[in-house]
């Protein structure tokens, strides 16, 4: 990939059709969408995948009360068990195969299985939970994956300067910070686009 192509050249996610993948799909690339608990994963990939996503979700029970923190989240009633599986093509040719993973430290056992050939990580924050999100990076950095960092924003979000944000999460000044709906499509693809072009600048070589 030369460029990560803008959001109005991507597929329509909204179209959901063929499980086949297009005839100008070029180059097959692996993303792990992660955060913790509650921060929108699931909703993120179900916004653009361009097939039905395969979800391995369970009803909460009164069993997780002592493991899963609702606080800011007491709508939610169902959690991820393994994976949450999407798919997006890129004008381009650059399709994304999107693997979300649990956010609950009970799950670590299967990071490595998950992220195994993975070439990047979009990492979900929520401002209002902000220290709930050091887990996931810190899985993500142990791993070596390049990342960016999506604010999935909420009704009741508090609002922060960038440097606060970047301090907070301890964020090296060339990691990507943008700000997501995972409910709108086209927010939820110019977080993954900001992911790629990471991903490209990283691997093309600086002009001598």
């Known amino acids: 990939m ?3 192509p803008s ?3 991507s597929a329509p996610a909204s179209a959901k059709s063929s499980v086949h993948l297009p005839d100008t799909a070029r180059e097959l690339v692996k993303i ?3 955060g913790p608990f509650g921060v929108g994963k699931t909703t993120l990939i179900d916004s653009v995948s361009e097939i039905r996503p395969l ?3 369970e009803q909460l ?3 997780s009360v002592a493991v899963d923190d609702l606080a800011g989240v007491r709508e939610k009633t169902t959690t991820t068990v393994a994976i949450d599986f999407g798919r997006i093509s890129l ?3 650059a399709v994304l195969y999107l693997f979300g993973t649990p956010g609950q430290e009970r799950f670590r056992a299967l990071w ?8 990047g990580a979009l990492v979900l924050v929520d401002t209002r939970r902000i220290d709930e999100s050091f887990d996931a990076l810190g899985l993500v950095e142990e791993s070596g994956l390049p990342y960016a960092v999506a604010l999935n924003t909420f009704p009741d979000s508090r609002s922060y300067t960038e440097e606060q944000l970047r301090c907070s999460l301890d964020l090296d000044a060339d990691t990507p910070m943008v700000i997501c709906d995972a409910r709108d499509t086209h927010s939820s693809v110019d977080a993954l686009l900001a992911l790629v072009q990471h991903l490209i600048d990283r691997t093309v070589p600086e002009p001598r």
């Open 61 to 63: 029970t009164e069993a």
């Open 55 to 57: 979800h391995t979700e």
């Open 32 to 34: 792990l969408v992660t």
């Open 112 to 119: 490595d299985d998950i992220a195994y050939g993975a070439l």
């Open 2 to 4: 030369a460029s990560a």
């Open 7 to 9: 959001s109005a050249k």
């Open 91 to 93: 004008k381009g040719g």
